[in-house]
């Protein structure tokens, strides 16, 4: 029986001082990709050329104008030749087995849509264990068990190619929480596979962040659109997650209009209220307080997140 073909999927965009760390990790595993997919969506910085200084038969680099993360993405999905996509974004890293665990996991659970493990938080205090399920295989409830926890973020996730065929690829122009909607359309359709071996490295101080370079957003899709009102109260609580914490950051980056619309929309949720409380509460704010005022209260949240408290 032949063992899955993955190819790595790697949007790149002005990221010259992490790509060439997160490239060796994938070209590192004890299992082999079929093919590393660099889409340089027009960088403006040496990003390229340190992708191309990473030797190996496995990587191809892929030129366009800067289109965004999805449509870098799309592109590369378009143009694999594996049957499985495994995403990877150009700031984290893999560990060696990453893929090798994945690949057990689609043996072993056959026809889900969405394969991921756990991982680990980079930042300038070292390393922390996200918060994820303790059990591996299939979750149960993707929607319940992603309440409070990581399922997958991009870096952690394979996903077979055929199932972009009847979810639909990453929706183009979307900029922040373009993953969650992506996870939404899969969990509900498919069956979710999960493993709580930390495989990879997520970097919260890499530099060119989408959440911190924010701009107005030019998107036909939106988290609206995905609300079900004969869904589960799980699922449309999942989809006000995402949602509130998108218009979160909108908020902050002054698009008050914007967030106070998404914080109408979704002030159904019971379970992310305290999201809801900051928009409402930031909105009165002038936009230029808004985003020393979150620092300090990120900054005071991780710390007391690091302490299990």
């Known amino acids: 029986m032949s063992r899955p073909r993955i190819s790595v999927v790697i949007p790149l965009y002005n990221k010259e001082s992490e790509i060439e760390t997160t490239l060796r990790s994938a070209v590192a595993?004890?299992?082999?990709?079929?093919?590393?997919?660099?889409?340089?969506?027009?960088?403006?910085?040496?990003?390229?050329?340190?992708?191309?200084?990473?030797?190996?038969?496995?990587?191809?680099?892929?030129?366009?104008?800067?289109?965004g993360v999805c449509v870098?993405?799309?592109?590369?999905?378009?143009?694999?030749?594996?049957?499985?996509?495994?995403?990877?974004d150009a700031d984290d890293r893999w560990h060696p087995d990453f893929l090798e665990e994945i690949v057990s996991l689609i043996e072993e659970f056959p026809d889900c849509g969405l394969y991921a493990t756990g991982f680990n938080i980079l930042s300038r205090e070292g390393l922390t264990p996200?918060?994820?399920?303790?059990?591996?295989?299939?979750?149960g409830d993707f929607f319940r068990e992603s309440a409070h926890r990581y399922i997958a973020i991009p870096s952690t996730s394979c996903i077979p190619k055929r199932v972009f065929d009847s979810v639909g690829l990453f929706p183009e122009g979307m900029k922040i929480g373009e993953d969650l909607y992506m996870w939404i359309r899969i969990a509900r359709r498919y069956k979710v596979c999960f493993s709580p071996v930390p495989e990879v490295d997520y970097s919260r101080?890499?530099?060119?962040?989408?959440?911190?370079?924010?701009?107005p957003e030019h998107c036909a899709h939106s988290f609206e659109e995905l609300y079900d009102p004969a869904a589960s109260d799980a699922d449309r609580?999942?989809?006000a997650r995402a949602a509130?914490?998108?218009?979160?950051?909108?908020?902050?980056?002054?698009?008050?209009?914007d967030s106070a619309r998404t914080a109408r929309f979704f002030a159904y949720t019971r379970v992310y209220r305290s999201t809801l409380r900051k928009i409402i509460w930031l909105n009165r704010l002038p936009a230029s307080w808004r985003p020393h005022l979150m620092q300090v209260y990120n900054w005071l949240a991780w710390k007391i997140a690091r302490r299990g408290l």
């Open 244 to 257: 509130l914490g998108k218009a979160l950051v909108i908020c902050i980056k002054g698009g008050t209009e």
């Open 205 to 215: 101080e890499a530099s060119n962040r989408s959440a911190s370079i924010y701009t």
């Open 130 to 139: 996200a918060p994820c399920p303790a059990t591996r295989g299939i979750v």
């Open 237 to 239: 609580e999942f989809v």
């Open 29 to 67: 595993q004890s299992f082999a990709p079929v093919e590393i997919l660099v889409v340089d969506d027009g960088s403006t910085d040496r990003s390229a050329e340190r992708a191309a200084s990473v030797q190996s038969p496995l990587i191809r680099i892929i030129r366009q104008k800067n289109g």
């Open 72 to 88: 870098a993405r799309n592109r590369a999905i378009r143009e694999a030749a594996g049957d499985y996509i495994a995403l990877l």
